[in-house]
């Protein structure tokens, strides 16, 4: 197993990502940010409290989507709906759809047909902690990337928060 981002990297990294947003949405002015259930929660609640932090707490509206029913392995795996939490319309906003790892692109490809179901957003930008750049089933592209990293198939990235004695995101 090979750590390719520790607690204090992972920190660094949030904050990084966290102001790239504030730079190409000067006080979230007509921005949403929506973080992809389960696993990509974690991670844009980190964002959000840093975003919070840099523009002094003001109204971030901030969602959670559930994408279960959107899947296209639904029949493959027995997978447990999470809830959908999006109390504000998206229909014209700017959304940054945030998840921790990027892999096939077939968990984004369900995000954006559920978050069709909120209205039709001016635009969607995808925030992700890991980048898996050559394992990529759909043209899904990042716009913010906390790291690249170049990995076989049979390997698994882990990001673990706050388990086994911290924060890291692991190679195995």
């Known amino acids: 197993m090979k750590t390719l981002l520790n607690h204090q990297q992972i920190n660094l990294t949030i904050k990084r990502l966290a102001n790239q947003v504030l730079e190409n949405h000067v006080q979230l002015h007509n921005t949403v940010i929506i973080g992809i259930q389960p696993r990509g929660i974690r991670l844009s609640d980190r964002i959000v409290a840093e975003v919070g932090n840099e523009i002094n707490n003001k109204e971030i509206q901030y969602g959670k989507l559930d994408i279960t029913f959107y899947r296209d392995d639904i029949r493959k795996e027995i997978h447990f ?10 229909e014209g906003k700017n959304v940054v759809l945030i998840d921790d790892v990027l892999y096939t692109g077939r968990t984004i490809r369900a995000a954006l047909d559920a978050l069709m179901d909120f209205g039709r957003p001016e635009k969607v930008e995808l925030l992700v902690l890991i980048d898996r750049r050559y394992s990529r089933q759909l043209p899904i592209q990042p716009d913010y990337t906390g790291k690249t990293i170049d990995s076989i198939v049979s390997q698994k990235v882990k990001v673990l928060w706050g388990e086994e004695g911290g924060d890291a995101v692991v190679l195995d």
């Open 81 to 90: 709906p999470n809830q959908t939490d999006i109390t504000f319309s998206i």
